[in-house]
């Protein structure tokens, strides 16, 4: 049974690029939160997508958006690149509302951007 | 203020020996899960365990157990017979099950000595 797939495990971008980041959901999950971790610091939720909509957002500046398909998989994209982006992004999914061992991440998509 | 706080940034520990990983955490919420994930290099975050804010006893799950003193506002993470697997960072996490996100801690890094 595979776990949470994301997609790229690492990216080099440049200031000011935009980047797409992907994420494919543990079978049966339906929601998906996105996570960004700075080098020694905890994740910072971004946000959670459920039933193709945005259902909570972090501290996160408008740059940063999302979108989750029909199969449940979902996307992040941050546009404008700024050095402090660079980060490991992490994608967890869950089904429904249920407690944290529904909650399920990935390895993450380490990027850099110089 | 800090949701969660981890005041131990690494620790060291003698293989086959007991440690106690260091978690506070502030809310005025009456309904909260406590959570412990393992974090290795490869950056996956590992569920580890789970306390519900009304759960009467302590938590287990095989060597882990979860110290919850309620009216300290703290969830310790107690590690049995430490094996040289489990060095990795430790992060403690606290959802608030009026939204759906996770705050996490800044982690502890954990190194088991041979």
């Known amino acids: 049974d595979a776990g949470v797939t994301q997609s790229p495990t690492?990216?080099?971008?440049?200031?000011g690029q935009q980047v797409t980041?992907?994420?494919?959901?543990k079978s049966g999950h339906d929601t998906?939160?996105?996570?960004?971790?700075?080098?020694?610091?905890g994740p910072q939720f971004i946000f959670q997508y459920y039933e193709e909509e945005?259902?909570?957002?972090?501290?996160f500046p408008?740059?940063?958006?999302?979108?989750?398909?029909?199969?449940?998989?979902?996307?992040?994209?941050?546009n404008a690149l700024l050095l402090g982006d660079s980060?490991?992004?992490?994608?967890?999914?869950?089904?429904g509302r249920t407690p944290a061992s529904g909650y399920t991440f990935g390895s993450g998509t380490r990027l850099t951007v110089v | 203020a800090q949701k969660i706080t981890q005041t131990q940034p690494g620790m060291f520990v003698q293989e086959k020996e007991a440690v106690t990983l260091d978690c506070t955490y502030d809310t005025s919420d009456q309904s909260y899960g406590l959570f412990w994930y393992k974090q290795p290099s490869s950056g996956e975050?590992?569920?580890?365990?789970?306390?519900?804010s009304y759960d009467e006893q302590n938590a287990t799950e095989g060597r882990y157990s979860l110290n919850f003193q309620k009216a300290r506002k703290s969830a310790n993470l107690v590690i049995s017979a430490s094996q040289l697997g489990d060095s990795a960072m430790y992060f403690?996490?606290?959802r608030e099950y009026t939204g759906n996100q996770f705050y996490f801690g800044t982690g502890t890094s954990l190194t088991v000595i041979p």
């Open chain 1, 10 to 15: 690492h990216l080099i971008k440049t200031r």
């Open chain 1, 21 to 25: 980041l992907r994420c494919s959901p």
């Open chain 1, 32 to 41: 998906v939160s996105w996570y960004q971790q700075a080098l020694g610091q």
């Open chain 1, 54 to 59: 945005e259902r909570q957002r972090g501290n």
């Open chain 1, 62 to 78: 408008d740059r940063f958006s999302g979108h989750q398909f029909p199969n449940y998989s979902s996307e992040l994209n941050v």
């Open chain 1, 87 to 95: 980060a490991l992004y992490l994608c967890a999914s869950s089904l």
């Open chain 2, 45 to 52: 975050m590992i569920f580890l365990i789970y306390q519900g």
């Open chain 2, 92 to 94: 403690c996490a606290m």
